[in-house]
């Protein structure tokens, strides 16, 4: 058993599930994050800590991560940002309020 702990965004599907799982396994200490928490609760059940928040709003995100750590014994091992969007286009043909929602989600601090 691993006293280590991780938060992983986008964990209900693809990589972050994936990954999610994995630790899982391994004995890691696991927060889970997305917008879709139903999908995590029926994979993970108890086996970790789930929650519904976006990483574009930093409110949610930092108060998930904040109770997670908490839960944790005050002690955050590793944070897995799996969360996003696929975008299949030309950067160019990309329109200035999707490419200034990326920039603005991700340039706080906690």
């Known amino acids: 058993m691993s006293d280590r ?3 992983i965004t986008g964990a209900s599907s693809g990589i972050g599930l994936a990954t999610a799982s994995l630790l899982i396994v391994e004995g890691w200490k696991v927060g889970l994050c997305d917008l879709n928490p ?3 609760t ?3 059940g108890s086996k970790a800590n789930i929650y519904k928040a976006s990483v574009t709003q ?3 995100i930092k108060a998930a991560i904040e109770d997670f750590a908490e839960s944790s014994g005050g002690k955050l091992d ?3 940002n799996c969360a996003g ?3 299949m286009r030309m950067f160019e043909q990309t329109p200035i309020d ?3 929602r990326s ?4 340039s706080r601090e906690f």
Do not use: G, K, V, Y
């Not at 920039?103 to 991700?106: D, P």
């Open 5 to 7: 702990s991780i938060f």
């Open 38 to 40: 139903d999908r995590m």
């Open 42 to 44: 029926e994979t993970f």
């Open 58 to 60: 930093f409110p949610e």
């Open 78 to 80: 590793a944070l897995f």
């Open 85 to 87: 969007i696929l975008d």
């Open 98 to 100: 999707r490419c200034m």
């Open 103 to 106: 920039a603005t989600s991700t």
